[in-house]
């Protein structure tokens, strides 16, 4: 168990609506990053939150938005879902934002249908 | 030219041989490297961490880091059945930016 929460494990939608899946971090780490990985590709970065601020961007749609609350937990939005958004999605945290190792939660498996 | 590039694979070994995994990568500013074994559709785990050029072990397994060749090593001693996932290296800038990833090795340990 890395210590990364997230919720829910498993999500059916139907194409055009939103959905939000939450991350907590490990106890004590400042960053969390959010990762999409599609059938058998690789994990492509999304974003990246420092202590409650963005601080680096990746290849996130603008239909995609994220958010890191006080209690440092973050929350990805998806909205006006497609089927090529189906794909697991995943959240890591690491201690700071610069020099440490990234530790992976067990992602949310999305179904766009 | 990808920033991080690995070798495909998949790599099917009988159990108990020695196994290496390969990443290179493009930019000098990467100053940290990690291993991670993603089982299928679950979370990737960290097996190695380490930010100098040379080697590292952590019981079977030992991660090799030369800078001046940006490239990268994972070497699998006595590999098990359990060990068949696909390997990831990651690699992250000194800047603090995100991390990046290689496109995974499949492997697969025959008993």
């Known amino acids: 168990d890395s210590g990364v929460t997230q919720t829910p494990k498993h999500l059916i939608t139907a194409t055009g609506q939103r959905v939000t899946l939450r991350c907590s971090p490990r106890?004590?780490?400042?960053?969390v990053y959010w990762y999409q990985q599609s059938l058998d590709q690789g994990l492509q970065f999304l974003i990246q939150?420092?202590?409650?601020?963005?601080?680096a961007k990746g290849n996130i749609l603008e239909r995609f938005s994220a958010q890191q609350f006080p209690d440092l937990h973050s929350e990805l939005n998806l909205s006006s879902l497609e089927l090529g958004d189906s794909a697991l999605y995943f959240c890591?945290?690491?201690?700071?934002?610069?020099?440490?190792?990234?530790?992976f939660g067990q992602g949310t498996r999305l179904t766009v249908v | 030219q990808k920033e991080v590039e690995q070798d495909p694979g998949p790599l099917s070994v009988p159990e108990g041989a020695i196994v290496s995994l390969n990443c290179t990568y493009s930019?000098?500013?990467?100053?940290?490297f990690m291993w991670y074994r993603q089982y299928s559709r679950k979370g990737p785990e960290l097996l190695m961490y380490?930010?100098?050029?040379g080697n590292k072990e952590d019981g079977r397994f030992t991660a090799q880091v030369d800078k001046s060749s940006k490239y990268i090593s994972l070497f699998i001693r006595d590999s098990q059945p359990s060990d068949s996932a696909t390997y990831l290296c990651?690699?992250?800038?000194?800047?603090?930016?995100?991390?990046?990833f290689g496109p995974g090795t499949r492997l697969s340990v025959l008993p």
């Open positions: 990651a690699i992250r800038d000194n800047y603090g930016q995100n991390f990046v």
């Open positions: 106890s004590g780490d400042l960053s």
């Open positions: 380490t930010y100098s050029s």
């Open positions: 930019n000098s500013a990467f100053q940290y």
């Open positions: 939150y420092y202590n409650g601020e963005e601080r």
């Open positions: 890591a945290s690491s201690v700071d934002g610069e020099n440490t190792e990234a530790f």
